[in-house]
């Protein structure tokens, strides 16, 4: 049996504190694990070789049969030991830091080393013929390769993209018709989570046969692509730039590539409409899309044209009045009837505009006048530090001056046409009957407008004096109203 200064009880002793301390030391210390790794190391080697266990050589035959095998075992283990702290060397040292968080790489490097390890321990210290070993397992090898052949196909396909990369850890991909971002690649299988927050588990060999589109390359630059079908009587040169204008209106869509619209095909029912522009993030890209949606629908509707399904014959009437429709959208006369906005839209006055120009500014003369964007794009500017500063991006339907045509308050925003332009015009005076006569539907236009305050800073500036609650707000409006249109509200 061992006694107590043999060599095989230090190394077994050295081989139960490597366990302990590498159970229990902390995964965040990776430089102090592999300092272990390599004093144990040290440490197995300076005991085996000094007591005259040779890894490099049989273990010593002696008396004592448990001796014999326990050295065996130490030496075995030694080889081992050595592959281990071989693998985690070379994956710092060879294998570049983009390869680091990919699990086949150093799957298949760890393999490799201690296969080697495996065969020089067989060779050296069990002293079994190694050629022979090397020809039964490739008879086994083929046998095992047409039992796990899809498998292998995974485990090559995985070798390939790992190697092109066309995707990494974090990006954002599409791998056939599931969408997803890459949150393990590893020898079998690529994991995506996809926008339902599920794991979607890809076979690499069917990632390697699909169509993979990357939407982080190129950097800084995601397509988003809207497609609207409308109907084909209406002149295809009417829905384009009206799709361009939709575009321009977004201020997330990128400028550089510039927004593309064109057709995509023409069928019996339809002509098929497509917007391709570009976001700088593709967290953005939803709601970017979901924008174009929207602003589409109001540019068409600017033209008269309608989207609805195609499958269903167009109803026949009177079309709706363009200036009663724009009315009906400003925020402060949602409570007036049919009637009343019939009287408004009498009062509108159209004026046009040419790109860069300046559709509303406090230091124009009057500045109480209420202005409905009808066709085009335009711009909210301020001036900060004699900077002008983007605000929002206006489209058909936006209104600007609710404020001013209602309480008399000018605002320090300044509205420029993106492009050319139509806007209706509405003066104070217009509004001052109504409200003499339906004194609930000014106290009425107050509280939305104090509401419209709260959610839009900007559009409109009470004075220093106006207290911050809504109430104080709220009074306020209602003294401006009082004062400027000469009501006893």
Known sequence: MPTLTDGVLYGLGILVLDFLAWRFMGRRSEQARLALRALMFGLSSYVLFSHGMNPLREAPWSAEPVRH????????????QGARLVTVVL??????????????????????????????????????????????????????????????????????????????????????????????????????????GNIV?????????????NANQPMHTHGVSVVLPVKPSVRPATVLQAL?????????????????????????????????????????????????????HRHLLSRGVVLRPLSVAEPIGEPADEKQRLLRNVLIFQTLDDGEIAELAAQLTPHEFDADDTIYSAA?????????????????????????????????????GQSGILAGVRTGVIVRALTRATV?????DALTPIL?????????????????HESEKMLLAPSANADAGSGGLLQWIRDGVRRFHELAL
């Open 364 to 400: 124009d003369e009057g500045g109480h006048e209420l202005h409905i964007l009808a066709r085009g794009v335009a711009k909210a500017v301020v001036t900060k530090e004699g900077v002008e500063v983007e605000l929002r991006r206006l489209a058909p339907g936006d209104s600007v």
């Open 201 to 213: 588990v890809i076979p690499n060999s069917v990632a390697a046969r699909t169509n993979i589109v």
């Open 69 to 80: 095998l326990l050295a065996q075992i130490l030496e075995v283990v030694w080889w081992l």
């Open 436 to 452: 003499a006569r339906r004194p609930d539907v000014a106290r009425e236009m107050c509280r939305l407008l104090s509401v419209h």
């Open 244 to 296: 361009m204008h939709a575009a321009a209106s977004s201020p997330e869509v990128l400028t550089e590539p510039k927004p593309l619209v064109s057709v995509k095909r023409a069928t019996n029912d339809a002509i098929e409409y497509e917007i391709v522009c570009y976001v700088d993030a593709w967290t953005k890209k939803i709601g970017v899309r979901n924008d174009l949606y929207d602003l589409a």
């Open 424 to 428: 209706f015009r509405l003066d104070k």
């Open 91 to 196: 994956d710092r040292m060879v294998l570049p830091d983009t390869w680091h968080k990919e699990r086949l790489f150093q799957d298949v490097l760890g393999a490799l080393v201690f296969l080697a390890a495996a065969v020089g321990a067989i060779a050296f210290v069990l002293q079994l013929p190694v050629r022979g070993l090397l020809a039964t397992s490739g008879a086994v090898a083929v046998v095992l390769g047409l039992a796990i052949q899809s498998t292998l196909n995974d485990v090559f396909s995985g070798i390939v993209l790992n190697a092109t990369q066309p995707f990494r850890i974090g990006d954002w991909i599409t791998i056939g018709e599931v969408e997803g971002r890459v949150v393990e690649s590893n020898w079998r299988a690529t994991s995506l989570l996809n926008s339902q």
